[in-house]
């Protein structure tokens, strides 16, 4: 069984970055779909990102510009950096991924923007 653990979450000003990490504990990750969501509180969870085994990534609306998605199969890791922040950004991130049936989860890491 895959685990995930994300970490790189904090506070951070509005216009500032953050790199998220999500690290998994087996080999097999280059052949999962990698997924970025996101909750913040009284809100449901939303997808913010994926990358592809191959590499093709994507994003919603509202952190295109601002959010990249890559993959480092060779280090079995994901990551999410994300530049010029806003207050909407806060929320807790997790990290998923996905093969077939298979649908994993991280415990999510926290990204506060706040000045």
């Known amino acids: 069984q895959v685990q995930l653990v994300e970490s790189g979450g904090g506070l951070v000003q509005p216009g500032g970055s953050l790199k998220l990490s999500c690290a998994a504990s087996?080999?097999?990750?280059?052949?999962?779909?990698m997924y970025w969501y996101r909750q913040a509180p009284g809100k449901e969870r939303e997808l913010v990102a994926h990358?592809?085994?191959?590499?093709?990534?994507d994003y919603v609306d509202s952190v295109k510009g601002r959010f990249a998605i890559s993959r480092d199969n060779a280090k079995n890791t994901v990551y999410l950096q994300m530049n010029s922040l806003k207050p909407e950004d806060t929320a807790v991130y997790y990290c998923?991924?996905?093969?077939?049936?298979?649908?994993?989860w991280g415990q999510g890491t926290q990204v506060t923007v706040s000045s």
């Open positions: 998923n991924a996905a093969y077939g049936s298979i649908s994993l």
């Open positions: 087996k080999r097999v990750f280059s052949i999962y779909t």
């Open positions: 990358i592809t085994s191959g590499g093709s990534a």
